[in-house]
Nanobody
Framework: QVQLVESGGGLVQAGGSLRLSCAAS????????MGWFRQTPGKEREFVAV????????SNPDSVKGRFTISRDNAKNTVYLQMNSLKPEDTAVYYC??????????????WGQGTQVTVSS
């Protein structure tokens, strides 16, 4: 089991910045990849960022590339999402994700409860 607790959401003006945090517990944090997703009402959950177990590798979709940065501190069991140059279309509930390997080619996704980010124009 992995427990994830997000924090850092809120209301910000367009062009501003926010940093989300996600604290993990329950398993060895450095053994699994971590990611961030977001979701707006009526839409599917959208991938935002992923970081490898060591933190050496990250990836973002084009929609946030150059504006959002994912990082992790394995000593603190925490993953971060630094969001800069925010746009109204970034408004969503942001979810932390832990992908834990369960066997060859298999994994299980754990999710946090989500944190609301609202960007005003």
């Amino acid at each position: 089991q992995v427990q994830l607790v997000e924090s850092g959401g809120g209301l910000v003006q367009a062009g501003g910045s926010l940093r989300l945090s996600c604290a993990a517990s329950g398993r060895t944090f450095s053994n699994y990849d971590m990611g961030w997703f977001r979701q707006t009402p009526g839409k599917e959950r959208e991938f935002v960022a992923v970081i490898s177990r060591s933190g050496a590798s990250t990836s973002n979709p084009d929609s946030v590339k150059g504006r959002f940065t994912i990082s992790r501190d394995n000593a603190k069991n925490t993953v971060y999402l630094q969001m800069n140059s925010l746009k109204p279309e970034d408004t969503a509930v942001y979810y932390c994700n832990a992908r834990v390997a369960t066997g060859p080619g298999a994994s299980y996704d754990y999710w946090g409860q989500g944190t609301q980010v609202t960007v005003s124009s």
